[in-house]
């Protein structure tokens, strides 16, 4: 009980020192944001690098690069995913992803990149949510507007690799009803309203639409809302990989879960992918400049790295020959954290630019070749994804291959 109480709680805005939630990310004063207070008053717990390995024994496959370098951070009950899947029982993949622009930046790719990891290492099937009655609400997009961005984000979220015959995405305007809607009835009839603004902040000035949505993206963390792929599979777990701001909604959703039947679904969270100006800035889409998207050229790429990247470096050669760069802020080091596969290569790097022997502009000069190299192979790989292949991911199927 104390767990559920700590899970739904939220303390008063004039309180807090950061604001984490789905729609806002914001430290004090523009600071950077701390991931361990994070934990403690979320509630969930942080990745060790026990799970790590146990994650290396039970799959025979190495570690994602995001969970090696701890990008993916904390969870909640992934022990009780791999408790089930060393017993011979398998689980099932969620996320998603609120189509509010044309183009995704790479930090949009990240849960996605991960999520493909998953699934092919545990051979898993997965859903993905295309949020666009969320976006045309909290956008003010057309209904229209908002179902096209969907097809487009995706091509780009197809573009990942997914495998056909394991992945199911819908978006909510097309799918939700019958047993999808059923689900989210008996989630609402759960949460109260005093629970809801606590754990979101909605307002009086908040319009319905906003407090009734949460319960869309709560239940496709249970198998029954998906009667074409999981019929007579109801104890399935469900493991849903996504950004730590996404957590809001999964604490209302792990406090409904037992009380209609259903297992609590687990997360594994991620830190945020920051913007090219700082930690303290915002990616933002009326700001290109603050973020790499899979549609910028190499040598776009190149140009906002050299203009835009914060660097940690010092200000001139000879100061930064003498005291080395900062790499707690630099963006191009924690880019390369992200994006770089070799460990060798990144710890020379880091090495290297922090005792002054290597200058801002080589560092900047190597990650460019990574985010072109990812950029340009993602757009091939999006070109060949037609229409046709967008219909048969999101057609309401049986997954032939789920769980061999």
Not at 148 to 171: M, Q, V, W
Request: with cysteine; aromatic share 10%; net charge negative.
């Amino acid at each position: 009980m104390e767990e559920e109480k700590r899970e739904t709680q939220n303390q008063p805005a004039e309180e807090e020192d950061q604001i984490v939630n789905p729609w806002e990310v914001a430290a004090k004063d523009g600071g950077k944001i701390d991931y361990d207070k994070l934990i403690d008053k979320f509630g969930c717990q942080r990745l060790d690098q026990t799970l790590i390995d146990r994650v290396h024994r039970l799959t025979g496959r190495p570690p994602h690069v995001f969970l090696r370098r701890g990008v993916f951070f904390a969870h909640r009950d992934f022990n009780e995913i791999l408790d089930a899947y060393e017993k011979g029982k398998k689980f099932y993949l969620y996320t998603g992803r609120g189509p509010s622009s044309e183009a995704l930046h790479l930090g949009h790719l990240v849960p996605f990149m991960f999520t493909k990891y998953l699934q092919d290492v545990f051979r898993v099937p997965l859903v993905i949510q295309l949020t666009d009655d969320e976006k045309c609400m909290w956008k003010n997009l057309t209904v229209e507007e908002s179902q096209r961005l969907a097809r487009e984000n995706a091509k780009d979220i197809i573009a990942c690799g997914f495998d056909i015959t394991r992945t199911f995405i819908f978006s909510d305007f097309d799918y939700v009803g019958g047993a999808f809607y059923k689900n989210m009835v008996k989630v609402a009839k759960c949460v109260t309203l005093n629970k809801v603004q606590g754990i979101f902040g909605f307002s009086g000035e908040d319009h319905i639409g906003k407090i009734s949505f949460p319960p869309v993206q709560a239940v496709p963390s249970f198998p029954s809302s998906f009667p074409h792929l999981f019929s007579g599979k109801d104890d399935l777990r469900c493991l849903i990989p996504c950004a730590i701001d996404q957590d809001p909604y999964f604490r209302m959703t792990r406090d409904a879960a037992p009380r209609i039947g259903y297992h609590k679904p687990s997360l594994i969270e991620s830190t945020f992918f920051p913007a090219l100006q700082g930690e303290t800035g915002k990616m933002s889409a009326s700001d290109p400049n603050s973020a790499i998207y899979v549609t910028d050229s190499a040598k776009v790429i190149k140009s906002k790295i050299n203009k835009y990247a914060f660097s940690g470096g010092q200000d001139s050669v000879e100061k930064h020959r003498q005291l080395g760069a900062n790499l707690e802020v630099d963006i191009s080091v924690k880019y390369l954290n992200f994006f770089l596969d070799d460990d060798a290569e990144l710890e020379h790097i880091k090495k290297e630019y922090a005792a002054g022997r290597m200058l801002t502009g080589e560092v900047k000069g190597r990650l460019g070749s990574v985010l072109s190299e990812i950029v340009e192979r993602h757009r091939a790989a999006r070109a060949s994804v037609t229409d046709e292949v967008v219909d048969a991911f999101m057609a309401a199927r049986p997954l032939p291959n789920m769980f061999d």
